[in-house]
């Protein structure tokens, strides 16, 4: 049984990570929301509450917590609450970092800082 769900989108709309070349074609669309028809802000909370819905069809019972663009504290508090709220069950921790840089070689994905000024492994 999955318990808690933990979304965090790292997506950081309008901004390409540094590490990336984009590609003509290339996808537009995240979870059928695409990002330059809306603001950035408006566009990443549409995006996290169209991925919130897709999962709820699958987990309707789970208890689900959306984070957007987090910084680092913001990612491990998530983590914290959801693993003391799931106790012994499943927690599914989903993440999206398009907007940030690829994960490193140990396997490390990348967060904000507070200030959203640098990317930090987590």
């Known amino acids: 049984k999955t318990a808690a ?29 695409d990002p330059a028809s809306l603001q950035p802000q408006k566009a990443l909370e549409a995006i996290g509450k169209s991925l919130q819905a897709q999962y709820e069809r699958w987990q309707p019972r789970a208890k689900y917590k959306l984070s957007l663009d987090p910084p680092l504290d ?6 914290t609450s959801c693993r003391r709220f799931a106790r012994q069950e499943r927690v599914l921790f989903h993440y999206n970092g398009h907007g940030v840089p690829k994960p490193t ?15 930090i492994p987590q």
């Open 5 to 33: 769900v933990a979304l965090v989108l790292c997506l950081n709309i309008g901004v390409d990570p540094p590490d990336t070349m984009k590609v003509s074609p290339c996808a537009h669309l995240e979870c059928w929301v």
């Open 74 to 79: 913001e990612v491990k508090k998530l983590c």
């Open 105 to 119: 070689v140990n396997g490390e994905v990348w967060v904000f800082n507070k200030s959203y000024t640098q990317y």
